[in-house]
């Protein structure tokens, strides 16, 4: 069996979720083969060296505990954490994969991927990843000092929490039907699992006469939801 999750964004100020994210390990997750973790994990990751906080340190230490169980995890970075590292792959016992990673499962080809790049209609957006993940802005935030990317981190978050307050939850931009139909033809994929736009549904849809599935995980508030690979196919679990 492989579960696959994504959108967690962990942090200290939601418990609940980081409660529901151990209680998923200690739990479903022992029973499987396989945990994906296609992106978001955590709120934000500015370096490794985040793990000098108790609270992801704990969530890395978790993540160590169920590997030596047996259950190999896998990450597929997303927006938010995109800056996970080889010290958190020591720490957590899990492999960043690039995306998009490649699977087979009951004879299927499956594409997984976080799905931020695949809305490319938020061009502002893509102009900002392009930026934000060249090897050259990655090597200045991991070369600042220590305290100064936590007050950028902490400014970030002041400036999420009132842009919530005054605007409330930001509309995500959805994928575009063109740039997922790339996805499955320069894979040849059959199964699409991706996160992101936090609206979990399963589509069908025609690539090239083939038919092909799209499945999209929800994200977390409070409780576990999961994807399921398993003997009676891919089946959506919790929430």
Known sequence: MILFISDLHLQAAEPETAQAFLEF???????????????DLFELWTADDDLREAFPASIADALNELCRSGVAVRIVV???????????????????VPEPALLEFEG???????????????????????????PFIQALQRNLPYFVRRAIVR???QRSVMNRQKYGERKISDVNADAIAEVFR?????????????QPACHTLAVD???CQRW????WHGKATWLEAGPEGLIARGG
């Open 25 to 39: 390990l200690a739990g479903p997750a022992r029973q499987a083969r396989e945990l994906w973790i296609l992106g």
């Open 78 to 96: 997303g927006n938010r954490d995109f800056m996970l590292g080889k010290v958190f792959e020591a720490r957590s016992g899990a492999r960043i």
């Open 108 to 134: 299927k080809r499956l594409v997984l991927l976080h799905g931020d790049a695949q809305c490319t209609d938020d061009v502002a957006y893509q102009r900002y990843r392009r930026r934000i993940r060249s």
């Open 155 to 157: 400014r970030i978050r």
């Open 186 to 198: 320069t894979t040849s994929a059959d199964i699409m699992i991706h996160g992101h736009t936090h």
């Open 209 to 211: 006469g083939r038919e």
């Open 216 to 219: 999209v995980l929800a994200d």
